[in-house]
């Protein structure tokens, strides 16, 4: 099994801010990596694949990084809508795992 | 635009079986490529993948529960379904499903439901 690894487990950021997500394999998953952004009571909501795509509807200000073992999920200027949770996914073996996820709160 | 919606019992007792299905609605679950999941998350944890079963039929289920799940599709009414048995606590959560393209990143999830383990 791939474990996936996010930090921080809470990220506290001022609207406007940038902010950055990091997420980790525990071995290579190549580029086969997706962001999900997910609010409460609500299903998640794709954001990036291919580690680096956005995907449908996805606003530029989300970009994703990496390759191999490190990613990275950029938020530009955070908006009031972006305060949520991220996770990240790997999709490089047929058993699919998450990370625990990165909590994007106001500062 | 595909949609996805759960239904199922939101109450099952211990050692009970779950089962919970997903119509899907705005496209074939017959497409060819496309693998149908079902993913779960405990209240106020992770999410963690079960399994799923591709347009073939062909089924791939996480080793953690596999001894316990079984996931099969209704062609007929274009709905999939999941079977989990010998419930615990410890399987209380919320239950999505969704759908992967060729690739296995999931971009049409349900809205999820809750399905609470307790006697």
């Known amino acids: 099994e791939i474990v996936m690894t996010q930090s921080p487990a809470t990220l506290s950021v001022s609207p406007g801010e940038r902010a950055t997500l990091s997420c980790r394999a525990s071995q290579s998953v190549s580029s086969n990596l997706a962001w999900y952004q997910q609010k409460p009571g609500q299903a998640p909501r794709l954001l990036i694949y291919?580690?680096?795509t956005r995907a449908t509807g996805i606003p530029a200000r989300f970009s994703g990084s990496g390759s191999g073992t490190e990613f990275t999920l950029t938020i530009s200027s955070l908006q009031s809508e972006d305060f949520a949770v991220y996770y990240c996914q790997q999709y490089n073996n047929w058993l699919l795992t998450f990370g625990g996820g990165t909590k994007v709160e106001i500062k | 635009q595909l949609q996805l919606q759960e239904s199922g019992s939101g109450l099952v007792k211990p050692s009970q079986t779950l089962s919970l299905t997903c119509a899907v609605s705005?496209?074939?679950?017959?497409?060819?490529?496309?693998?149908w999941s079902w993913i779960r998350q405990p209240p106020g944890k992770g999410l963690e993948w079960i399994g799923y079963i591709y347009h073939s039929g062909s089924t791939y289920y996480n080793p953690s529960l596999k001894s316990r799940v079984t996931i099969s599709v209704d062609r007929s009414k274009n709905q999939f379904s999941l079977k989990l048995s010998s419930v615990t606590a410890a399987d209380t959560a919320v239950y999505y499903c969704?759908?992967?393209?060729?690739?296995?990143?999931?971009?049409?999830w349900g809205q999820g439901t809750l399905v609470t383990v307790s006697s």
């Open positions: 291919g580690a680096s």
């Open positions: 969704a759908v992967a393209p060729p690739g296995g990143y999931f971009d049409y």
């Open positions: 705005g496209g074939s679950i017959s497409s060819g490529g496309y693998s």
